[in-house]
């Protein structure tokens, strides 16, 4: 199994900024894909960034030029920027982690962060 451990959420006022970080560690796992998703209290989970092996991002049109993904594959890290944050940012932030063990695709998720932006 893999274990998602994430951190770096919390309060800030609309147009600051925040910074949430997600590590993955396990036992022999490959990772495909690492990304973060965010859900608002009564509304679904939908993806906001992600960052595959090979580094390439994709990011939701409403945080494009505000939000940043990187990674650390030596560490299995993945940091996300967000700046000039908007009270619509606001919601549990969950990083899932695409992933191999032994040939088949896990998809294993964080227990999330609150990220409430106060306007």
């Known amino acids: 199994q893999v274990h998602v451990m994430e951190s770096g959420g919390g309060l800030v006022e609309a147009g600051g900024s925040l910074t949430l970080s997600c590590t993955a560690s396990?036992?022999?796992?490959?990772?495909?894909?690492m990304g973060w998703y965010r859900q608002a209290a009564g509304d679904v989970r939908e993806p906001v960034a992600r960052?595959?092996?090979?580094?390439?991002?994709t990011y939701a049109d409403s945080v494009k030029g505000r939000f940043t993904i990187n990674k650390d594959g030596a560490t299995n890290t993945v940091v996300l920027q967000m700046n000039n944050l908007r009270p619509e940012d606001e919601g549990v932030y969950y990083c899932?982690?695409?992933?191999?063990?032994?040939?088949?695709?896990?998809?294993?998720w964080g227990q999330g962060t609150q990220v409430t932006v106060s306007s």
């Open positions: 899932l982690v695409d992933n191999t063990r032994q040939g088949v695709i896990y998809l294993d």
């Open positions: 396990g036992n022999a796992f490959t990772i495909r894909v």
């Open positions: 960052i595959s092996s090979s580094g390439t991002t």
